[in-house]
DNA sequence: TACGATACTTTATGCTGTAAGGAGTGGCAA
DNA sequence: TTGCCACTCCTTACAGCATAAAGTATCGTA
């Protein structure tokens, strides 16, 4: 897709009216639609909107809606740092900064998480952003066919992560109800209607301690409780897999 | 929701025409529209078409598509095996198991992965599932507090290399072109597009060693290149995550 | 000045979920 | 037996979606 690696400045003087709009004031309206009200909010006719014009216009710029979100896509991928600076044996420390960085991203931008990775979108944005998560794991020391797995992993750990937490987030704007109201209807509809809950699922009982019938435990107030438990999973979930491969580093003889 | 916790033998003798459908009618019909087209093709009207009657018809049994939804993720669920026999010290063996067949049972049912995480559903299906991944782990003997995150980050790790399989699999439907073709097309494209390729992006090119300049290399013939690098990701992943959990268990003086 | 390319609009088509109202069915009380 | 009415299912309608097609306004250039 030549849009996705076309030069902004190029531009050729050419008969006809002058252009009211840009691609990149396109692609910057639609994301800001999409960050706005998430990916069912983003029409054609709601960007057009934002831009003061007609949904049809954005077809001169923009050959459809699948290249326009192609092109969010990799324009959003561009906000990220691209430099993790550090000594090869701190390599733990910068993938944790780089995961805590990628996640934040896919709360901010969650409709990210729904870009179809069927076909990659193989534009600049996507490469400089695979490029640093390769630049922090080869400090390891390990061989590319070790590490490639583990970018996928934690690609899938961090994108896991940040929709678990735009879920929650994004609650109680869809359904109307705030967690602690649909956590309290939800479990006394449950003890309703399952009155042997306890004995059906006892090892669930006992993994979630009492959680699933007191009111959330204390902590961050500003946090529900569903998105202090998806933060836990990612940095106890990130440390397990560290761990993992400092076991992989220790079989093949590294640091 | 009573309706998915409802006895299904449970029919109460009532006034007016015997119902031509039922529940359990209408969401086999609809897992079945959504397996065969993908959540897209979800519609109250193809369900209705495919039991033979108007899409209106459905709202007597369901309140709306969302609760249709709701029971079709949770019924789905049931498909999967509930108990994964052995040993304690077997349950990296039991992990694994559970670890295929749940990704097994996402590749089958893709739009699974497009059920909002938001409010979960709460359901006997989704309880029974969960219940069997905490039987399974509980047996490694870790405490409470640091399963949780590790059922979180499996859940992550199944459900990304799931999306991954599928979205490759569903490739070729929608763009209608097969995978050799358009990493053919796109890596000529790419070639003349950014000529310096090797130069930016260096690391990139040694973690996929010459990946995208030549074909895909050779392996089970019926895989795309796409889902054999997500099925390596995932067994690779999933040996590094284990690895971590191991480090957790003798850091807690376990077996 | 006239041409023709470009920018943008309006209109139309066929999808979607679902609200509203109408027609037919059949168990039960009178 | 008759009438009632809860119930099932249908048709119609509406707003919103992507986008194809056609029409109009603008402006560089010959």
Do not use: N
């Given at each position: 897709m030549a849009l996705l690696w076309r030069d902004p400045n190029a531009e050729a003087v050419r008969p006809g009216p002058k252009p009211g709009l840009s691609v990149e004031a396109i692609v910057d309206a639609a994301i800001?639609?999409?960050?706005a009200g998430g990916m069912a909010a983003l029409s054609m006719r709601a960007v057009g909107e934002r831009l003061s014009?007609?949904?049809?216009?954005?077809?001169?710029?923009?050959?459809?809606?699948?290249?326009?979100?192609?092109?969010?896509?990799?324009?959003?991928?561009?906000?990220?740092?691209?430099?993790?600076?550090?000594?090869?044996d701190e390599w733990r420390e910068a993938l944790i900064s780089w995961a805590r960085d990628t996640c934040a991203f896919y709360v901010r931008h969650p409709w990210m998480l729904q870009v179809s990775q069927a076909?990659?979108?193989?534009?600049?944005?996507?490469?400089?952003?695979?490029?640093?998560l390769a630049c922090v794991l080869c400090r390891t020391g390990l061989r590319p066919a070790v590490l490639r797995p583990v970018v996928g992993t934690l690609l899938h750990l961090v994108r896991g992560c940040?929709?678990?937490?735009?879920?929650?987030?994004?609650?109680?704007?869809?359904?109307?109800?705030?967690?602690?109201?649909?956590?309290?209807?939800?479990s006394r509809l449950l003890a309703e209607v399952a009155p042997d809950y306890a004995?059906?699922?006892?090892?669930?009982?006992?993994?979630?301690?009492?959680d699933l019938e007191e009111s959330p435990p204390p902590g961050d107030a500003s946090l529900t409780y569903q998105e202090t438990e998806a933060r836990r999973t990612f940095?106890?979930?990130?440390?397990?897999?560290?761990d993992g491969v400092e076991t992989a580093m220790r079989r093949a003889d590294l640091p």
């Open positions: 800001a639609v999409a960050d014009c007609s949904g049809m216009a954005l077809y001169t710029y923009v050959p459809g809606k699948a290249e326009l979100i192609d092109l969010m896509y990799d324009r959003a991928l561009g906000e990220l740092p691209v430099h993790y600076p550090g000594e090869d076909r990659p979108v193989l534009g600049p944005g996507e490469h400089r952003f695979l490029e640093t940040a929709q678990t937490i735009a879920d929650a987030r994004w609650a109680p704007a869809v359904t109307g109800t705030f967690e602690h109201e649909w956590w309290y209807a939800r004995a059906r699922y006892p090892v669930l009982v006992w993994l979630h301690g009492e940095e106890a979930g990130l440390a397990v897999l560290l």
